[in-house]
């Protein structure tokens, strides 16, 4: 989250005002409390629907202080949550457009994700570009999005940028893929941070944590360090100055200089606990445990999860595989079920049990399944929990070769898709608090 102050002007970028994110799995780092009426933004820009840039709860409140504040995002999604919050100007930007404000031009970046962009902002002191979770190809693309939002903004150089630095590991663990140090991953993201040839960089993204009942998880994700990165960054480019990622600091850009002051954000954001629970350390996974839920009976989920196997899954599966075994294992508190989905010819025959000669295997805590079937929580939540662990080995044997076949990892998905399960989340997320208000 960030708040840029230009011209008069006052732009928050993906708000984020509570400790958590992703339905309590992720907490943000360091724990900080804002005073949302202090905000008082102009402009609310979402970049793209990931629970920490997009947070309804945050949202709603910054809606209900404030409606006419401008919501701009590049998500058909984000835009009805906005307009059912009650916001009065909701505007759908694409990648690649610059918006005319009062003495502040914003150009949206592309990013290879759909709906979603970054944002560089200019004014008469300088060039600043947040670029949020933007995926680039390469160092070349950066090169060449610079160079195109410059000559658009009439400006020589990038002041300030806020840029992607961290090669997270979030799902590398639970796919079964490789979990060491990913080096290849991490050159090509210090090569485009080169690229933007900005005077000065901050690490802008990854400000989170896993919270107590998923932290083993901190092991496992988040392999460099800001320390680490800010003097690799030195080293590659020495022109470059690198900056700190403060909460509460204040960035400061004037003649396309920039300065930096730790306590900037006073009255606005407080450090509450500035301890560091992020530690690489890739040697032991977790296993898969459900934490359970006290308020509903585990029965009644174990039931309503195997109706679902029968019956959405089963038929998913069908439809997409001409045969093949898929085992999923339903880790709840008291009890585990295993079910073996046997597809041929088009059609699933499920049973109880583990076949051992499965193409697919899938592993999830019990409770947090039956909260995406409930639309309490969306697959993002789980997977990056840790409590979704899923392999593939389906392939076929013809013509004297061996393929992969593309049914992914994930065979859960084929019951509720990603993108379906994040809307119905949302969705409910939304009535939710129009329920309490």
């Known amino acids: 989250m960030w708040l ?56 709603a409140r910054l809606i209900a202080i404030d409606r006419e504040s401008v919501i701009v995002t590049p998500d058909p999604l984000i835009a009805w949550a906005a307009r059912e919050l009650g916001a009065r100007t909701v505007q759908v930007v694409p990648a690649g457009q610059k918006i005319a404000l009062d003495g502040v031009a914003v150009i949206t970046t592309p990013s290879l994700a759909a709906d979603e962009w970054g944002a560089m902002v200019a004014t008469a002191d300088g060039v600043v570009w947040n ?22 903004l009439g400006a020589e150089a990038l002041a300030l940028a806020l840029v992607r630095w961290q090669p997270m590991l979030e799902v590398a663990a639970q796919l079964g893929q490789k979990t060491g140090f990913p080096y290849r991953e991490y050159a090509a993201l210090l090569a485009e941070v080169v690229a933007t040839g900005a005077r000065a960089v901050v690490p802008g993204a990854a400000g989170e944590a896993y919270t107590a009942g998923w932290s083993a998880m901190n092991q496992w994700v988040f392999p460099v360090g800001e320390r680490r990165f800010l003097r690799d960054l030195a080293a590659m480019s020495p022109a470059t100055r690198g900056l700190p990622c403060r909460v509460g600091g204040r960035y400061r850009v004037r003649g396309g200089e920039v300065s930096f002051e730790t306590g900037g954000g006073a009255g606005i954001v407080e450090v509450t606990d500035a301890r560091e629970p992020r530690a ?54 008291a009890a585990t079920d295993v079910f073996t989905l046997a597809v041929d010819g088009g059609e699933a025959r499920v049973s109880r049990g583990f076949d051992d000669d499965w193409d697919g295997l899938n592993v999830i805590a019990g409770s947090q399944l039956w909260q995406v079937l409930q639309a309490r929580r969306h697959w993002g939540d789980v997977l990056l929990a840790g409590a979704l662990r899923a392999v593939s080995r389906a392939y076929e044997v013809a013509d004297g070769r ?23 989340a949302v969705r409910a997320a939304v009535q939710a608090w129009m329920d309490m208000s």
């Open 4 to 59: 840029v102050e230009a011209a008069g002007l006052r732009i928050v970028f993906d708000p984020l005002l509570g400790r958590d994110h992703h339905g309590g799995v992720f907490e943000v780092v360091p724990r900080r409390t804002i005073d949302a009426r202090a905000l008082r933004p102009d402009f609310v820009f979402v970049s793209h629907r990931h629970p920490d840039h997009f947070d309804v709860p945050s949202l």
């Open 131 to 152: 670029q949020v979770d933007t995926v680039f190809a390469d160092a070349g693309q950066v090169r060449r999005v610079v160079a195109g939002c410059l000559a658009e």
């Open 280 to 333: 690489y350390a890739p040697i032991e996974l977790p296993p898969v445990r459900d934490p359970g839920l006290e308020d509903v009976d585990e029965g009644r989920m174990r039931a309503e999860v195997e109706a679902w196997v029968r019956g959405p899954l089963a038929r998913g599966l069908a439809g997409v595989c001409r045969a093949g075994r898929f085992v999923l294992e339903v880790r709840f508190v």
């Open 402 to 424: 061996l393929r992969a076949r593309p049914l992914g990892e994930i065979f859960l998905y084929h019951g509720l898709g990603y993108e379906a399960a994040v809307e119905r």
